[in-house]
T-cell receptor
Framework: ETGVTQSPTHLIKTRGQQVTLRCSSQ?????VSWYQQALGQGPQFIFQ???????GRGNFPPRFSGLQFPNYSSELNVNALELDDSALYLC??????????????FGEGSRLTVL | SQQGEEDPQALSIQEGENATMNCSYK?????LQWYRQNSGRGLVHLIL?????REKHSGRLRVTLDTSKKSSSLLITASRAADTASYFC???????????FGAGTRLTVKP
C-alpha cells in the first residue's frame, strides 16, 4: 500500500464525452504525476504538478488538463474523448526538493474504456 | 515518447534461476529507477541508482548502470513464482519533472 488513492477504479465513457479522474497523494508529498498506460505498453508521462502549478508535460494534446489542490490532491481531465484514450491512468505522488528521493509512489489506477 | 527500452520484451524462467533484464536510454539522466507491476495494477518502486553510481544491491536485486553506454541491468537472483510481473526502467533528467518509462519486460517464473 502506497497511500496513493485513485477514483474511480473503472469507468466507461463514449466518444466525445469528458472525464475527470481523481488522485489523493501520499501524506507529506508535494508533487503529483499522471501517466497513461495502454494495454501491453509502458506508462506514458502526461504531466506533473508541483505546488499547484504544471511543472512538466509530455506529448499529450491540450484536451488533457489537470489541477492540483492546496492539499496536493489532483485531478486529470480529458475532454472530447477518443477511442484511443482507453487506457489505465496512473497517478504517482512524490516529494520534490532537497528532501526528495526521486521515487514515485503509484496508485492502483483508473481504467477508462471509451466506446 | 518513451525514454527507456527494455530487453528482452518477455522472459520465462524456472523458479530458482536468475533473471536478467536490460534497459537502454537515449539522453543524459539524473537517476535511473526500476519498477515492478503486477498485471494491470499500480507500479511499485524497486530500486534507484544515481548517475554517479555503478552498482546497487537490495535484497535479491542487483542493478548496474553504465552511463557511457547509456544502459542498465536488473538482476533478480533465486527467482520465485511471486516475482512474475512486468518490470520497467524509468529515467529522469536534471529537473526530475518528467520520469519516462520503457515498454517493460514481462517476466514469468514457473514453479
Amino acid at each position: 500500500e502506497t497511500g496513493v488513492t485513485q477514483s474511480p477504479t473503472h469507468l466507461i465513457k463514449t466518444r466525445g464525452q469528458q472525464v475527470t479522474l481523481r488522485c489523493s497523494s501520499q501524506s507529506g508529498h508535494n508533487t503529483v504525476s499522471w501517466y497513461q498506460q495502454a494495454l501491453g505498453q509502458g506508462p506514458q508521462f502526461i504531466f506533473q504538478y508541483y505546488r499547484e502549478e504544471e511543472n512538466g508535460r509530455g506529448n499529450f494534446p491540450p484536451r488533457f488538463s489537470g489541477l492540483q489542490f492546496p492539499n496536493y490532491s489532483s485531478e486529470l481531465n480529458v475532454n472530447a474523448l477518443e477511442l484511443d484514450d482507453s487506457a489505465l491512468y496512473l497517478c504517482a505522488s512524490s516529494l520534490s526538493g532537497l528532501a526528495g528521493t526521486g521515487e514515485l509512489f503509484f496508485g492502483e489506477g483508473s481504467r477508462l474504456t471509451v466506446l | 515518447s518513451q525514454q527507456g527500452e527494455e530487453d528482452p520484451q518477455a522472459l520465462s524462467i524456472q523458479e530458482g534461476e536468475n533473471a536478467t533484464m536490460n534497459c537502454s536510454y537515449k539522453t543524459s539522466i539524473n537517476n535511473l529507477q526500476w519498477y515492478r507491476q503486477n498485471s494491470g495494477r499500480g507500479l511499485v518502486h524497486l530500486i534507484l541508482i544515481r548517475s554517479n553510481e555503478r552498482e546497487k544491491h537490495s535484497g535479491r536485486l542487483r542493478v548496474t548502470l553504465d552511463t557511457s553506454k547509456k544502459s542498465s541491468s536488473l538482476l533478480i537472483t533465486a527467482s520465485r513464482a511471486a516475482d512474475t510481473a512486468s518490470y520497467f526502467c524509468a529515467t529522469s533528467g536534471v529537473n526530475n519533472n518528467d520520469m519516462r518509462f520503457g515498454a517493460g519486460t514481462r517476466l514469468t517464473v514457473k514453479p
